[in-house]
C-alpha cells in the first residue's frame, strides 16, 4: 500500500521546480496551461522523475481508442471515496502531461492516469501500476486498421510481465488479444458497436466468427473470454450476480460501459460497485464534452467524435428525429490531414433530421452525406449554423480541432 514517506531525491526535486517554473513561463506567454513544457523540462533533467513520482501512489492507467477520458474521470471519482486522488483530467496523456500531472499530487494516494495508447507500455513500465483498464481499441483518424493490430501486439508485449491487474473488455477481440498475455485479467463485459476493425482473428488472421455477442476464431480457437462484471442495460452486474443500477449524468450506452469498467476497477481497490456508482453520478461533463451550453438563446449540447468508432457511437446517445445536428470537421495536424475516415462512418443514420454542416473540411463532408443519401445544409460558420437550424436542442458533433473551435465560439 503506498504511503508519502519515500521523500524525493534532490535531482528530482530539482526536475519539478524547473518543471513548474517552465510551465508558469509557458502560462505567462498564454499557450493554455503550460502542463506538457513543464512535463517535458522535468523528464530532461530526471528522465526517471516519472517512476519516482508515480512510487508513492496505488496507479491505475486507462487506455483505449475511445473513452478514456471520461472512464479516467469516472475511476478518480469512485476512488475518492478511499483517499486523495491525483489525475490527469484535462487528458494530457503523454508521459510529459502525465510527469506534469503527478508533480502537483501532494498528499494524493491513488494516480489515476489516461495514457495514449501509443504511450501505455512505456508508461506501464514506469509507473508500476495496481490496475490498467483497458476499454476499446480501433482504427482512429491518423492509422488505418493494421496500425491497430500492432497496437494490440505492442501492448500484448508490454503487459505480459506486468503485475497489475488488468480490468478489459472482453468483447473486444483486440483488446483481449492485448491482454491475455497478462497472468491477472478481470473481464467486463463492455460491448461493442464498432466491429470493422476485428473481423480477422488477432491470433492467428482467420475469419472471426460473431454470433450474437459471442465471437470466436474458427481456425484457432482464440474465442471469448467469460466476464466476471458486465454491463446489461441500465445495471452492472457483479461478480457475484448481483445488479446496480447505473445513474449518470453522462449520456449514452458508451459511457455505461465506461461504468461498468469503472466499478470492477474500484472494487479492485475496495471500494463496492454502488459507493462507486453513486460517486460517478457527479461527473457532469469531461473537458468540454457533453457540456450543454447556451449560445443565441438555443440549447447546444457540445459532443466530440475523434473516429470512426467514436462516430457511430456519438450517433446513438443524440436525441432523436427530429432534433437539429450540426457537424464540424477540420483535418489540422491533431485530426490527421486526411478526411478519408469520413468514408467508414455511416451517415445515413442521420436521416429524417435537420443537418448543418460546417468545418474547415465541410465540402468533403459534403460529399460524403450526399453519397449517403442524407439532406444537409452547408454553412459559413458555427454561428450561421446555429441561426439555420430548427427550434429543439442542438446536437453539435464535431471532431477534434474543430471540437476547440466550437468551444471557443459558443462556449461559456
Ligand atoms: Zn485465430
Given at each position: 500500500?503506498?504511503g508519502?514517506?519515500?521523500?524525493?531525491p534532490?535531482?528530482a526535486?530539482l526536475a519539478v521546480t524547473?518543471?513548474?517554473a517552465?510551465?508558469a513561463v509557458?502560462?505567462?506567454?498564454?499557450r493554455?496551461?503550460?502542463?506538457?513544457?513543464g512535463g517535458?523540462?522535468a523528464?530532461?533533467?530526471?528522465?526517471?522523475l516519472?517512476?519516482r513520482?508515480?512510487?508513492n501512489l496505488d496507479?491505475?492507467?486507462?487506455?483505449?481508442?475511445?473513452g478514456?477520458?471520461?472512464t479516467?474521470?469516472?475511476?478518480a471519482?469512485a476512488l475518492?471515496?478511499?483517499?486523495?486522488?491525483v489525475?490527469?483530467?484535462l487528458g494530457?496523456?503523454?508521459?510529459?502531461g502525465?510527469t506534469?500531472a503527478?508533480?502537483g499530487?501532494g498528499?494524493?494516494?491513488?494516480?489515476?492516469?489516461?495514457?495514449?495508447?501509443k504511450?501505455?507500455?512505456?508508461?506501464?513500465?514506469?509507473t508500476?501500476?495496481?490496475?490498467i483498464?483497458?476499454?476499446?481499441?480501433?482504427?482512429?483518424?491518423?492509422?488505418?486498421?493494421?496500425?491497430t493490430?500492432m497496437?494490440a501486439e505492442?501492448?500484448?508485449?508490454g503487459?505480459?510481465g506486468?503485475?497489475?491487474?488488468i480490468?478489459a473488455n472482453?468483447d473486444?477481440?483486440?483488446?483481449?488479444?492485448?491482454a491475455?498475455?497478462?497472468?491477472n485479467?478481470?473481464?467486463?463485459?463492455?460491448?461493442?458497436?464498432?466491429?470493422?476493425?476485428a473481423?480477422?482473428?488477432?491470433a492467428?488472421g482467420?475469419?472471426?466468427q460473431?454470433?450474437?455477442?459471442?465471437w470466436?476464431?474458427?481456425?484457432?480457437?482464440?474465442r471469448?473470454p467469460?466476464?466476471?462484471w458486465?454491463?446489461?442495460?441500465d445495471?452492472v452486474?457483479?461478480p457475484?450476480?448481483?445488479?446496480?443500477p447505473?445513474?449518470l449524468?453522462?449520456?449514452?450506452?458508451?459511457?455505461k460501459a465506461?461504468?461498468?469498467?469503472?466499478?470492477a476497477?474500484a472494487?479492485?481497490f475496495?471500494v463496492p460497485?454502488?459507493?462507486a456508482l453513486?460517486?460517478m453520478?457527479?461527473?457532469?461533463a469531461?473537458?468540454?464534452r457533453?457540456d450543454?451550453?447556451?449560445?443565441q438563446?438555443r440549447?447546444i449540447r457540445?459532443?466530440?467524435?475523434?473516429n470512426?468508432?467514436g462516430w457511430l457511437?456519438?450517433f446513438s446517445l443524440?436525441?432523436p428525429?427530429?432534433?437539429?445536428v450540426?457537424?464540424?470537421?477540420?483535418?489540422r495536424g491533431?485530426?490527421g490531414t486526411d478526411?478519408?475516415w469520413?468514408w467508414?462512418?455511416?451517415?445515413?443514420?442521420?436521416?429524417?433530421?435537420?443537418?448543418?454542416?460546417?468545418?474547415d473540411?465541410?465540402?468533403?463532408?459534403?460529399?460524403?452525406?450526399?453519397v449517403?443519401g442524407?439532406?444537409?445544409?452547408v454553412c459559413e460558420n458555427a454561428?450561421?449554423a446555429v441561426r439555420?437550424c430548427p427550434?429543439g436542442?442542438i446536437?453539435?458533433?464535431?471532431?477534434y480541432t474543430?471540437?476547440?473551435d466550437?468551444r471557443?465560439i459558443?462556449g461559456?
Amino acid at each position: 500500500m503506498a504511503g508519502n514517506t519515500e521523500p524525493l531525491p534532490p535531482r528530482a526535486k530539482l526536475a519539478v521546480t524547473a518543471g513548474k517554473a517552465a510551465a508558469a513561463v509557458s502560462r505567462a506567454a498564454g499557450r493554455g496551461s503550460g502542463s506538457v513544457i513543464g512535463g517535458k523540462v522535468a523528464l530532461k533533467l530526471d528522465p526517471d522523475l516519472l517512476a519516482r513520482l508515480a512510487q508513492n501512489l496505488d496507479v491505475v492507467l486507462v487506455s483505449a481508442t475511445n473513452g478514456k477520458t471520461t472512464t479516467t474521470r469516472l475511476i478518480a471519482e469512485a476512488l475518492r471515496a478511499v483517499g486523495p486522488v491525483v489525475s490527469n483530467a484535462l487528458g494530457a496523456n503523454m508521459p510529459a502531461g502525465i510527469t506534469a500531472a503527478l508533480a502537483g499530487s501532494g498528499d494524493a494516494r491513488y494516480g489515476v492516469i489516461e495514457v495514449d495508447e501509443k504511450y501505455l507500455p512505456a508508461v506501464a513500465r514506469d509507473t508500476t501500476p495496481k490496475a490498467i483498464a483497458l476499454l476499446n481499441l480501433s482504427r482512429d483518424q491518423l492509422d488505418r486498421a493494421g496500425e491497430t493490430r500492432m497496437l494490440a501486439e505492442r501492448w500484448r508485449e508490454g503487459l505480459s510481465g506486468s503485475k497489475a491487474v488488468i480490468v478489459a473488455n472482453a468483447d473486444d477481440p483486440l483488446v483481449v488479444w492485448a491482454a491475455s498475455s497478462s497472468p491477472n485479467v478481470v473481464w467486463v463485459a463492455a460491448g461493442q458497436e464498432w466491429k470493422d476493425d476485428a473481423w480477422s482473428c488477432p491470433a492467428c488472421g482467420g475469419v472471426m466468427q460473431r454470433p450474437g455477442d459471442d465471437w470466436f476464431c474458427g481456425e484457432c480457437g482464440f474465442r471469448r473470454p467469460t466476464p466476471s462484471w458486465a454491463l446489461s442495460g441500465d445495471h452492472v452486474l457483479d461478480p457475484h450476480g448481483s445488479a446496480w443500477p447505473i445513474h449518470l449524468q453522462l449520456p449514452g450506452r458508451a459511457n455505461k460501459a465506461n461504468a461498468t469498467t469503472s466499478a470492477a476497477v474500484a472494487a479492485a481497490f475496495g471500494v463496492p460497485p454502488q459507493v462507486a456508482l453513486e460517486r460517478m453520478y457527479s461527473v457532469t461533463a469531461v473537458a468540454g464534452r457533453y457540456d450543454v451550453v447556451s449560445y443565441q438563446g438555443r440549447e447546444i449540447r457540445l459532443l466530440l467524435a475523434k473516429n470512426p468508432a467514436g462516430w457511430l457511437e456519438t450517433f446513438s446517445l443524440i436525441d432523436p428525429p427530429p432534433a437539429p445536428v450540426i457537424l464540424s470537421v477540420n483535418a489540422r495536424g491533431a485530426d490527421g490531414t486526411d478526411t478519408s475516415w469520413l468514408w467508414d462512418v455511416d451517415y445515413s443514420r442521420l436521416a429524417g433530421r435537420p443537418i448543418c454542416v460546417i468545418g474547415d473540411r465541410k465540402l468533403d463532408l459534403a460529399v460524403r452525406l450526399e453519397v449517403a443519401g442524407v439532406d444537409f445544409q452547408v454553412c459559413e460558420n458555427a454561428t450561421e449554423a446555429v441561426r439555420q437550424c430548427p427550434p429543439g436542442r442542438i446536437e453539435a458533433i464535431a471532431n477534434y480541432t474543430a471540437f476547440q473551435d466550437l468551444r471557443r465560439i459558443v462556449g461559456n
